[in-house]
Structures are given as C-alpha cells and as structure tokens.
C-alpha cells in the first residue's frame, strides 16, 4: 500500500549563526536545523560540551536557542520567514 504524499508548508528560510537555513512554515527551528546538518544548538554552560535537541517536546531545553533575541527551545519554535536564531545559551 502507498503512503500518503507529504505535505509541506511555504517556504520559507532564516539565519542561524549568520547562515542561512532553508525551512518550511509550520515545522519546528530544530527540525529545520537538524535537516540543515546542523547538530549543535548551544554549548553547556560549565563543560561547554555540545548540546542538541533530545526530548523534542520543550521540557529538556537543550535544545534552547536564541530567537530573535529572545532565548526560547527550538522544537517548540515554528519557523517563519526572517528569524534570526543563534546558538542558545544558559545563564
């Protein structure tokens, strides 16, 4: 039996680190991230070792990033045209 077609949002592209990342409306900044290659999100705050998205439902924050300028978790973050995300950090 075939599968269903998969139907993605509008285009849409932002900046992660200065690097422009291609997305589609409707799907999360990690998500986007992660088909970009991307894997680290922020570095820990005391060992600085590499962070990503793990639990994928906001709970974690791991997956935290900058958004905008406005520290929010990247799987809970729709992207949209123009965002301006950088690497999380935690205070």
């Given at each position: 039996m075939r599968e269903p077609?998969?139907?993605?949002?509008?285009?849409?592209?932002?900046?992660?680190?200065?690097?422009p990342?291609?997305?589609y409306?409707?799907?999360?900044v990690a998500a986007a991230l992660l088909a970009a290659g991307y894997r680290t999100l922020r570095?820990?705050?005391n060992?600085?070792?590499?962070?990503?998205?793990?639990?994928w439902m906001g709970l974690c924050q791991e997956c935290t990033v900058?958004?905008?300028?406005?520290?929010?978790?990247?799987?809970?973050?729709e992207c949209a045209d123009?965002?301006?995300v950088r690497k999380?950090?935690?205070?």
């Open positions: 077609d998969v139907r993605r949002g509008t285009p849409v592209h932002f900046t992660f680190d200065g690097n990342v291609d997305a409306a409707g799907e999360s570095e820990s705050p060992e600085h070792a590499p962070r990503g998205a793990f639990c900058e958004v905008n300028g406005v520290r929010m978790p990247a799987c809970r973050t123009g965002l301006i999380g950090t935690i205070a």
